[in-house]
């Protein structure tokens, strides 16, 4: 039979740069054809040869409560009907607004936008626009879109500064931008010792989920958070990925820390085009219509994109859901480090709420570097093997996963077994 993924990623390569539009997808890190997706619903989709997967990637974790919920799909079939979008202000967009800062006690007012890059790259712009300052602080690992300033590697030692990670982005462009190591508290003390005054902001995911599931300690974490405070520097929680994901109030409800801006996307949007950034009214007040620090969107609070949020929101605010989501994704790694550890294969992994993360080692990295040294080939294996077995995971090492309230436990039995098999054959 001819395959039809294989047929598809030909047509595409001749009208798309590498026959995707996020490299992720074109399976470059694991090798083969990416597949096709066709249609979706509840925990599994379905690609171009009909072929069922049980997803978990989740459109990369918006999709908390599964695929086609029903009540997300009738709110989002009615908006449909009322227009597709006015570029003009909505109700709707108030009641988003007011929900999500109903559960995000740090922030005061938000402002909705269309992606992850664009709360990032806007919420950078507010920080500098703030404090009036130019050097920002970011750790090797964490991934907060595509803006230019964001795409930088570390300097060659602690005083200098970052170095573009992409070609079209000059290195004048990202001399402001300080990149340390994650969870590396004497680097972090030295950084402020030495640019304290000059340094808008500190951003960061608290749970990485960009170099696969790595969480800050609570140590470091609390100490970002005071260095913020006593230098005058902003401290941004990056929770494109883990707001809404991690637990009802975000990473920094499990933390325990207040930042002051907070950058939200995926789950606020159930899956269609929606970020959002926010925090104090003082702060907030600096964007323009009312401050100096401009910022604008022609598809910004959607009303299609903005009834599928809120849609969402109202059920994974019900009673229970986080406690049974985590204990469904706890149930999924610890069955795959129980089925590693039987085949004697190297084998971590964490979670917290419907993330979740593992590694072909023995220890749970803390940074970056450590999280390079996993074995590709071996991941790769794996990957293919569940993919053959009808499991999608990420298609890439240093990528988290995402549990919906959809997946059943057949669907966590199924993938320990998977997995314990292609183990048994390695």
């Known amino acids: 039979m001819t395959d039809q993924n294989d047929l598809l990623f030909e047509r595409a390569r001749a009208v798309i740069p590498g026959g995707v539009n996020s490299p992720v997808r074109a399976f470059k890190a694991v090798g083969g054809t990416p597949r096709f997706i066709q249609r979706a619903q509840g925990a599994y989709?379905?690609?171009?040869?009909?072929?069922?997967?049980?997803?978990?990637?989740?459109?990369?974790?918006?999709?908390?409560?599964?695929h086609g919920h029903p009540a997300v799909v009738e709110a989002v079939q009615k908006a449909v009907l009322?227009?597709?979008s006015y570029g003009a202000p909505t109700e709707r967009e108030i009641e988003l607004a007011e929900a999500i800062l109903a559960l995000v006690p740090s922030m005061e007012m938000v402002r909705l936008v269309s992606s992850g890059t664009e709360a990032a790259m806007s919420a950078l712009r507010l920080a500098r626009g703030a404090t009036g300052r130019k050097t920002i602080v970011k750790f090797e690992g964490c991934y907060h879109g595509h803006a230019d300033a964001l795409l930088v590697k570390a300097g060659s030692g602690l005083a200098t500064f970052g170095n573009p990670t992409s070609?079209?982005?000059?290195?004048?462009?990202?001399?402001?931008?300080l990149v340390l190591e994650y969870n590396?508290?004497?680097?972090?003390?030295?950084?402020?010792a030495l640019h304290g005054k000059d340094i808008a902001c500190l951003m960061i995911e608290a749970i990485a989920g960009n170099m696969n599931f790595v969480r800050a300690t609570p140590e470091f974490a609390k100490r970002c958070r005071e260095l913020c405070t006593q230098h005058g520097a902003l401290l941004i929680f990056d929770e494109v990925m883990t707001g809404f994901r991690v637990g009802l109030h975000g990473a920094q409800g499990v933390l325990g820390i207040t930042p002051d801006l907070t950058v939200l996307g995926k789950v606020i949007g159930g899956g269609m085009p929606l970020a959002a950034f926010g925090g104090p009214r003082a702060i907030m007040?600096?964007?323009?219509?009312?401050?100096?620090?401009?910022?604008?969107?022609?598809l910004s609070g959607n009303p299609v994109a903005t009834a599928c949020g809120l849609a969402t929101l109202k059920e994974i605010s019900k009673p229970g859901f986080y406690e049974a989501l985590a204990k469904k994704t706890r149930t999924l790694v610890d069955g795959l480090k129980a089925a590693a550890a039987a085949e004697g294969q190297p084998f971590n992994a964490d979670s917290e709420g419907g993330m979740f993360g593992f590694f072909l080692m023995n220890e749970l990295p803390q940074n970056y570097a450590t999280v390079m040294t996993t074995d590709n080939a071996q991941f790769n294996a794996l990957f293919h093997g569940l993919l053959d077995r009808g499991v999608y995971i990420a298609p890439a090492l240093y990528e988290a996963g995402f549990v919906s309230a959809a997946h059943s436990e057949d669907d966590i039995a199924a993938t320990i077994e998977a997995a314990r098999d292609i183990f048994s054959k390695r």
């Open 45 to 66: 989709f379905w690609d171009a040869n009909d072929k069922r997967y049980i997803d978990y990637i989740g459109s990369w974790g918006p999709m908390i409560l599964g």
């Open 167 to 177: 070609a079209g982005v000059p290195p004048e462009v990202v001399q402001h931008t």
């Open 82 to 84: 009322e227009g597709f």
């Open 184 to 192: 590396n508290l004497q680097q972090l003390e030295e950084a402020f």
């Open 285 to 298: 007040e600096q964007l323009a219509p009312l401050g100096p620090v401009y910022q604008a969107g022609t």
